[in-house]
């Protein structure tokens, strides 16, 4: 769990915001940290928080795979998810007696509304016995509907674990066809994608390159695979900050969501980034203001139809066993 001391806060709050700013940051942050004692409360927020919520109030940080498996072992009677809607709702399934919070509830996601229940129910009768496996990125329901969910962090290894010739998986095609790359397993798809990384081209890394030759270039999986090809590097959330972290490049281009470079640069002031990226809107709508408005007046509380719950925990349930 990253500790939260007002020095540390003291010294990063420099990296983030200008002194005119401090002040009232500072006092939004204690205010959110106070609420946070007086309720047990905890705070997880997701690679692709703002520094603000990132580098101040989290409790636990880290990519969709880390804050799956963070979620299963807190102590705490209260949980705000600083992320979107499906990780407020993954969060839910695996502390099903605890309060979990989400400040904007239309902190959604493309991925997640580009397949419903019935999508889901179609295919199977279309492929009657083929495993359905689910990217995180969808509502519990979907969830609920296939046999076993996967994050970007661990997919090659959930599709390999089924042992099987042929799987599907939803919803994300470019996740799927890259996956598709790296195993002789067959993948079936669905047409969704993420609203961020499918706008990457490789005519955009291609140039990168020429402008910045000495830029390692870092994409996530659910970029095109023709952007991947041409990139250096593909990895989950977790996996672009690791390679950061473990010193592989002075220089570097995170072609993903914009929080990704500005949270590590707050670390890594020795590493050059340059700040080529796409906002997500819905990560954007989480803010420092709202998670106090959470705390606060106890909003929204993600509430999870009883009918599905026991079904889509066992999806998530399976992934985290694999
Ligand atoms: P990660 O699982 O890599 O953190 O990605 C989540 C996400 O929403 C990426 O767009
Ligand atoms: Fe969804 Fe893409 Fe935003 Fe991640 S970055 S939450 S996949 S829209």
Redesign the pocket.
């Given at each position: 769990m990253q500790q939260v001391f007002p020095d540390q806060i003291k010294k990063k709050l420099g990296r983030i915001a200008a002194a005119p700013e401090r002040i009232s940051l500072t006092k939004k942050i204690q205010r959110i940290n106070q609420l946070k004692k007086e309720r047990n409360a905890v705070i997880l927020a997701?690679?692709?928080q703002i520094p603000k919520i990132f580098h101040t109030v989290a409790d636990i940080v880290?990519?969709?795979?880390a804050?799956a498996r963070e979620a299963e072992k807190i102590d705490a009677d209260v949980i705000v998810v600083a992320g979107?809607h499906f990780m407020a709702e993954t969060t839910k399934l695996l502390n099903p007696d605890k309060t979990v919070l989400i400040p904007d509830l239309k902190a959604g996601?493309s991925?997640a509304e580009s397949i419903t229940v019935k999508d889901v129910i179609e295919l199977r009768k279309k492929y009657p016995g083929i495993p359905i496996i689910t990217y995180?990125?969808t509502s519990a329901v979907v969830k609920a509907a296939s046999d076993i969910c996967c994050?970007?962090?661990n997919a090659k290894k959930v599709v390999e674990a089924l042992g099987v010739p042929k799987v599907i998986m939803i919803p994300d095609e470019y996740l799927a066809q890259n996956i598709a790359k790296q195993t002789n397993v067959e993948i079936l798809t669905w047409k969704g994608h993420?609203e961020?990384?499918e706008r990457f081209t490789p005519q955009e890394v291609e140039q990168l390159k020429k402008d910045y030759p000495e830029a390692s270039i870092l994409v996530?999986?659910?970029s095109p695979p023709a952007v991947i090809n041409a990139a250096d590097f593909s990895?989950?959330?977790?996996?672009m900050s690791d390679f950061i972290k473990q010193g592989r490049a002075d220089e570097v281009i995170l072609l993903?969501?914009c929080s990704m470079s500005d949270n590590l640069a707050v670390l890594h002031p020795e590493v050059k980034f340059i700040r080529v990226c796409n906002l997500?809107p819905h990560?954007q709508r989480i803010t420092l203001d709202n998670i106090l408005m959470s705390l606060e007046e106890n909003k929204y509380e993600v509430i999870i139809d009883p009918s599905i719950v026991n079904k889509a925990r066992l999806s998530i349930k399976r992934m985290l066993e694999v």
């Open positions: 997701h690679n692709y880290g990519d969709s795979l804050l979107v996601c991925l995180v990125n994050t970007s962090g993420c961020v990384h996530h999986p659910e990895g989950s959330t977790a996996e993903t969501e997500c990560m």
